[in-house]
């Protein structure tokens, strides 16, 4: 079974600077999918971004980037320019390949100060 | 493009009573789950269907949790009777298709409550 594991239950950072959020996960699958999803106040769950873990590129999509460690099994969320909308629960998550099963981590409560 | 719909938005009932809720997926999309979201954890998946048929639920507490998804669009997912514990936030989401790499988009949720 796999586990993902988010250690910091809170954090906070300065609006326009630069925040990390750790995941680590445990897994013995070799294809697999790392998902961070981001859900506001209002509870709507959405994708930020996706990795595969075939791919040594690191993902990325526009403020938001990863910094994936296979062997380390590492998966962390870089936010840059943070901005007072970024204020949510970030949840990393993970789906080994073909399946369709999401495991999520507890999630990470990040507010944005302005 | 409208997005995944649920109904209600909060429910409160007391233990051992039955409620139900409703979800409607984003137009053409296949796959629909059901997901448990208890305070301070992340959501935990119940139920999987692939347009009408139940791919699967090997996490849904079959003795009390019931879910269907007639003619492959809307589901419902009851619970009957409730428990305590069954306080949670209820998600559902959709995706185009099944597999890791298709994005499952989340509704709004439904926040029961159990007194």
């Known amino acids: 079974a796999q586990t993902v594991t988010q250690s910091q239950p809170e954090m906070s950072v300065q609006e326009a600077e630069t925040v990390t959020l750790s995941c680590t996960y445990d897994t013995s699958e070799s294809n697999y999918y790392l998902f961070w999803y981001k859900q506001p106040p209002s509870r709507q769950m959405i994708l930020v971004i996706r990795q595969e873990a075939y791919k040594q590129q690191n993902a990325t999509e526009n403020r938001f980037s990863v910094n994936f460690q296979k062997a380390a099994k590492s998966f962390s969320l870089k936010i840059s320019d943070s901005q007072l909308g970024d204020t949510a629960m970030y949840f990393c998550?993970?789906?080994?390949?073909?399946?369709?099963?999401?495991?999520f981590g507890k999630g990470t409560k990040l507010s944005v100060i302005p | 493009e409208a997005g995944v719909a649920q109904s209600p938005r909060y429910k409160i009932i007391e233990k051992r009573q039955s409620v139900a809720f409703w979800c409607n997926p984003i137009s053409g999309h296949a796959t629909l789950y059901w997901y448990q979201q208890i305070l301070g954890q992340g959501p935990k998946l119940l139920i999987q269907?692939?347009?009408?048929?139940?791919?699967?639920d090997s996490q849904l507490p079959k003795d009390r949790f019931s879910a269907e998804r007639l003619k492959g669009v809307d589901s419902t997912l009851k619970i009957q009777p409730a428990k305590l514990e069954d306080s949670a936030v209820y998600l559902c989401a959709s995706s185009l298709d099944p597999g890791g790499w298709e994005t499952q988009y989340f509704g709004p949720g439904t926040r029961l409550l159990v007194l």
């Open positions: 269907f692939q347009n009408n048929g139940v791919v699967d």
């Open positions: 998550a993970f789906m080994k390949a073909g399946s369709y099963q999401l495991t």
